[in-house]
């Protein structure tokens, strides 16, 4: 029989410190603090400071931990902080001290700034010298910062080198500043342009001023004359002054004026001369001006052409103006006017009612005017129609002949077989018409006669048949031209016209 003996491993149960390392042996085990901490590893192991002596002195940070520690350069060095931290030299950076000169230092460096920058931190600014010091340019100067220094110019108008300006006299150097009408007027750093008396504008373009259409300072009763940037006044004709004041010429009182037959009017400026009563012109010269005469009227039919004429004893050519009570009349297709010296004739063809009124014929020469009328009337007559134009009934048959259809006509009906009037209203009746015994036919023509007022008017003739019940044949059997005829119902209208020989209408 065998016995064999294990090794119990300690380790799995953890016995050591949280911060220790455990290590099993044979029948034991054995506890030892991990690096970076100290004590007994069964019970205890705490962290060890190693900061005192782990670092570069002076020149690096360090930075203790459970365990453990760091080493850091401090600013301006570069290294591990362990064992070496050398200095860093910024002025390689060649963005570092824009606008100065860079001098590398242990663990820094310094900026020396250019002229005209200052220094604000590590930066090098711009001076403006033209904030801080108003006197570096001339009082007519401008001041102007630039990148490190500044520039002075003199304003417009005046010349030197900014720190000194003196004016500058345009109007004696530039002849053409203003314009041909302006003045120049110089001024501190400039010059004015100014037109001269009569015109306006800025100087630099000036206009005439017309004075006559702005504010005429003429006399009411003279003529204001625009010359270059003047202006003349001088007295309309009849009129006498200076054209600032102009009085009335009276022309009447200058012999032969006006005509022995006119008489002097003295007028604002003018005169007129009137043609006494009884002549007539423009009374310089004046002619007797005595009649007019026209026919005494006129009474025809529509249709027709009538015509009146003018008779003037006086000047001769005189103007003609021809008138239907209040219109003026002129040339249309109807209407035609001559003009023969003294004499004119109004003609109106195809006269109709409207053309009824009152006709002046005016007869003028100058202002001097005389006139005739005469009444005329147009008379229009009825146009008288008839309906039916042919009648063909059987005896007893209704039948009815119609005169017209205007109202307010006087109607009077005639026939061929009878003397006098058969009727005198616009309706005929003819069914009471009897044919005489034996006889198969009745045939005349009626007419009818309408009246107005102007006159009476005549229908043309109307047929009219009316046949027995009994007849029934249009035309006699004993014809001899050869026709053969055959029957129509009698109540048929129907016209056929037999042979001469013999036989009848029907």
């Known amino acids: 029989m065998f016995i064999v003996i294990l090794d119990i491993d300690e380790c799995r149960l953890n016995p050591c410190h949280v911060n220790a390392d455990c290590s099993n042996d044979e029948g034991s085990y054995t506890c030892i603090c991990k690096a970076g901490y100290t004590g007994d590893a069964n019970n205890s192991c705490t962290d060890i400071d190693e900061c005192p002596d782990g670092c570069v002195a002076e020149i690096a940070t360090c930075t203790n931990a459970p365990g453990s520690f760091s080493c850091q350069c401090i600013q301006g060095y570069q290294g591990d902080g362990h064992t070496a931290c050398s200095d860093i030299n910024e002025c390689v950076d060649s963005n570092i001290c824009l606008r100065g000169t860079c001098t590398n230092t ?10 005209g920058y200052m220094k604000q931190g590590n930066a090098c600014i711009d001076i403006d010298e033209c904030a801080e010091h108003s006197e570096l340019c001339h009082i007519n100067g401008t001041c102007s910062n630039s990148e490190g220094s500044y520039v002075c110019q003199c304003k417009s108008g005046f010349t030197g080198n900014g720190k000194v300006c003196t004016d500058i006299d345009e109007c004696a150097e530039h002849s053409e500043l203003c314009h041909i009408n302006g003045t120049c007027s110089n001024s501190e750093g400039s010059y004015v342009c100014q037109c001269k008396s009569g015109f306006t504008g800025n100087g630099k373009v000036c206009t005439d001023i017309m004075e006559c259409r702005a504010n005429n300072p003429c006399h009411a009763d003279a003529t204001c004359n625009e010359e270059l940037g003047s202006f003349t006044c001088v007295c309309k004709p009849g009129f006498t002054g200076d054209g600032l004041n102009c009085a009335n010429i009276d022309e009447c009182n200058q012999t ?20 006494k009563s009884g002549f007539i012109g423009d009374g310089k010269t004046c002619t007797a001006f005595t009649d007019i005469e026209m026919d005494v009227e006129y009474n025809g039919y529509a249709g027709d ?27 249309s297709t109807r209407v035609k006017i001559e003009n023969n010296d003294q004499v004119s004739k109004l003609s109106v063809r195809k006269a109709v009612k409207s053309d009824s009124g009152d006709y002046y014929c005016i007869a003028s020469k100058g202002e001097d005017t005389i006139t005739s009328n005469l009444s005329v009337e147009v008379k229009v007559i009825p146009i008288v129609e008839v309906s039916p134009l042919y009648v063909a009934a059987t005896e007893g048959e209704p039948v009815t002949l119609m005169c017209g259809d205007e109202e307010n006509l006087e109607i009077m009906w005639y026939n061929s077989k009878q003397s006098g009037s058969v009727g005198q209203s616009r309706e005929l009746d003819l069914s009471n018409i ?14 009818c006669v309408a009246k107005n007022s102007d006159g009476s008017g005549r229908s043309q003739n109307v047929a009219v048949h009316i046949l027995s019940p009994d007849f029934d044949e249009f035309c006699f059997e004993d014809n001899d031209s050869g026709y053969t005829w055959e029957k129509t119902p009698v109540d048929v209208s129907v016209i056929e016209y037999c042979p001469t020989k013999k036989g009848t209408a029907c």
């Open 106 to 115: 242990n663990g820094s460096f310094s900026c020396t700034c250019n002229e």
């Open 256 to 275: 032969g004026i006006c005509h022995a037959n006119a008489v002097c009017q003295d007028l604002h400026g003018t005169h007129h001369c009137n043609c």
């Open 305 to 331: 052409m009538f015509e009146i004429t003018c008779n003037v004893t006086g000047p001769s050519l005189p103007s003609f103006e021809w008138r239907k009570n209040n219109t003026i009349l002129s040339l």
């Open 434 to 447: 009897k044919l005489p015994g034996g006889d198969l036919r009745y045939a005349a023509e009626y007419w």
